[in-house]
């Protein structure tokens, strides 16, 4: 059986409850019928749109064959500041999304804004299924998803649209109700205006249907309500008001709800919607949904005579709604057939036959290992001082990981603790190291260095501030870790540009760790603007007495207006360069293959091997996702991996 997960606007929470907006419900059965029609009998899960999943949800979506998201104005160009789909607390986690491979259908942009940020294209280009097929609303949508890097896209518009084909759009009858809408977010002195001419309009009155919660208030503000109130019947703010209108006589629907006016295009009455933001707009532009500006009084009353300016029926690209429908078929059974035979899924071991071990694990510590740190980063992480002697037995371990923690200690340093991984290794057992490669780092370097002398000897310096952007940036990944005097150094202050240069640049080279400290920088930005920036990892931090990313960041930039905890400041007998350099943030030294598989044999090991950040000699270590994100790309690009056997 096809097992699907829906993203479902129409659901308030994973509790059952049905949205606020009664227009996710009707976008819900138009996408229902879309289920139906392609994958008849499938078992089908609803997650909301507008709060996170539970861990268990979530689980089911990735082990799921599809995982469609129901058309709805969900994508915006800055997901950190506002993103309509909620799929986790931290915002954090935009930087590592669970790799759904999640599929559009009718999907469209929230309002005009603009290009997609370094940390949204970001993160569509893993949450989302990066060879498509994905529907969108309309080609504004679509130009913007594909800033993001994605491909196969299809201007479909909007499936509540699918079953209009050759629907007319001016006024047809002779309607003497009129049933009408309005947004409350987006209030208007026009909306006055819009109540007077429709009681004129109509002689047999207003029925108002609040599609919004909070529509019924809105109208209640009005004084035009108050002086038209015996003509406009007020309807509940319940989906049963759907289901009520649609066995009431022929009526008239004008107002500036979308989905509300399409959804009476169906029941077969007129329609004539009030653009407030891009969708309606948008959409009238490529089908020829009747439309005008909400303050348009002479517009409404031309339709309402038989005499609208535009497009006298919807036109559909029924073609390439077609074509949709049969990649999203082909995509699905792909999928499925993919997970069938297992591609992608390696049992983890438990490791009850010696400890398995995680030195600095940071942010990233897995079950099953036993996670250690100089401090406790994490609940359940054990604070240890890893220039010491380790606190576990001669070969207590079989696995050892270490990522990214050797360039931090000084060459002799590294050999001791090098010399106490393999004291703590079983024999046979293995030391996984993944540390900063500086062949790839100069080679990075040299390449961006070409170009930029190019551009320079070309005189092209004006039209190549890409070029120097990237050289610049390729030279402060080489060496400013190793150099900085203060937090965060010069790359910092890279990152705090906006836009961001060479965005496509820097996250290729720096991956998460580049998108975790935008986002950071965002959530910063919020702070002072007076937006809520706290993210449940910051509590969890704080909560332990360790200083927060943000508060290090806020340290990086005024040291003097926001000082560490004292728990984390070194010894005050330390100059300030001084306290920095010891602080375990600098880099202390840098290696290579050869001069890091020397190092390892110095200190005891053989059978030294580079890796990749998927292949080991551990046993079940890719399910681990240690040095991999969620989407299966190499956690930290620049890596060297290296395994070596005690």
């Known amino acids: 059986m096809t097992r699907i997960t829906v993203f479902d606007p129409a659901l308030a929470d994973n509790a059952g409850t049905a949205s606020i907006n009664l227009g996710d419900i009707i976008i819900k059965r138009s996408v229902d019928r879309v289920l139906a029609e392609l994958f008849p009998g499938a078992d089908v899960a609803r997650v909301s749109t507008h709060t996170p999943p539970t861990q268990a949800l979530l689980e089911r ?102 079953q209009l084909q050759g629907r007319q759009t001016g006024r047809e009858g002779n309607a003497k109700v009129c049933l009408l809408t309005l947004t409350d977010y987006s209030r208007s002195a026009a909306d006055d205006d819009l109540i007077r001419t429709l009681v004129r309009l109509y002689p047999e009155g207003i029925v108002f249907f609040p599609q919004g919660s909070h529509d019924l208030d809105y109208i209640s503000s ?10 406009i019947e007020l309807l509940g703010h319940t989906p049963a008001s759907l289901d009520e209108l649609a066995g009431r006589a022929t009526w008239d629907h004008v107002g500036t709800r979308l989905h509300a006016g399409i959804w009476s295009l169906e029941q077969g009455h007129s329609s004539l919607i009030l653009c407030v933001d891009n969708r309606a707009k948008e959409i009238a532009a490529e089908t020829g949904l009747a439309v005008v500006e909400r303050d348009d009084m002479p517009g409404i009353e031309r339709w309402h005579a038989g005499r609208h300016e535009g497009a006298g029926s919807i036109s559909l690209p029924l073609d390439v709604i077609a074509r949709w429908k049969e990649r999203l078929h082909d995509f699905c059974e792909r999928r499925a057939a993919r997970r069938r035979n297992g591609i992608g899924g390696v049992s983890a071991q438990s490791g009850a036959e010696g400890l398995r071990i995680n030195l600095g694990c940071g942010g990233r510590a897995r079950d099953g290992w036993v996670n250690v740190d100089f401090t406790q980063t994490l609940p ?33 340093d590294a050999l001791r603790f090098l010399e106490e991984c393999r004291r703590i290794l079983r024999p046979g057992g293995v030391l996984r190291l993944a540390v900063p490669d500086l062949r790839w780092l100069v080679d990075g370097y040299r390449a961006a260095l070409d170009a930029a002398r190019d551009a320079m000897s070309e005189e092209q310096v004006a039209d190549g501030a890409d070029v120097l952007a990237r050289h610049e940036y390729a030279v402060i990944n ?119 598989g020397l190092l390892l044999r110095q200190a005891g090991f053989a059978d030294v091997t580079r890796r990749t950040a998927t292949e080991s000699a551990i046993p079940g270590f890719s399910s681990y996702a240690l040095d991999t994100c969620n989407d299966g790309s190499t956690y930290k690009p620049e890596s060297l991996f290296v395994e070596a056997v005690r």
């Open 61 to 162: 979506a990735l082990d799921a064959d599809l995982n469609l998201i129901a058309g709805t104005n969900l994508l915006s160009s800055h997901v950190v500041r506002y993103n309509q789909w909620k799929l986790f607390d931290d915002p954090l986690h935009h930087a590592d999304p669970p790799f759904l491979e999640a599929v559009l259908c009718g999907v469209g942009w929230w309002q005009y804004q603009d290009e997609p940020d370094a940390v949204t294209r970001w993160f569509y280009d893993r949450v989302l299924a990066r060879t498509g097929p994905h529907s969108l609303r309309d080609a504004y949508s679509l130009g913007h998803l594909r800033r993001c890097g994605l491909g196969e896209l299809y201007n479909t518009s909007c499936p509540t649209l699918w």
């Open 222 to 231: 009005l004084s035009a309500f108050a002086e038209c109130r015996n003509h």
């Open 380 to 412: 359940g992480v054990m604070a240890c001082n890893l220039l010491d002697s380790l606190p576990y037995a001669d070969a207590s371990a079989t696995v050892v990981y270490a990522s990214h923690v050797l360039e931090h200690f000084s060459r002799d």
């Open 478 to 596: 080489l060496v400013d870790q190793l150099c900085r005097h203060v937090p965060g150094g010069e790359m910092l202050r890279f990152w705090t540009r906006s836009p961001l240069p060479v965005a496509e640049y820097v996250m290729a080279t720096n991956g998460v760790e580049a998108a975790r400290s935008l986002i950071a920088l965002q959530l910063q930005d919020m702070a002072r603007d007076g937006g809520n920036a706290a993210s449940p990892e910051a509590e969890r931090a704080g909560a332990l007495g360790q200083p927060t990313f943000m508060q290090r960041l806020k340290y990086a930039f005024a040291p003097e207006s926001y000082p560490l905890p004292a728990s984390a400041q070194p010894d005050a007998a330390n100059a300030r360069l001084g306290r920095f350099r010891t602080s375990g943030e600098p880099h202390l030294w840098m290696y290579d293959e050869v001069s890091l």
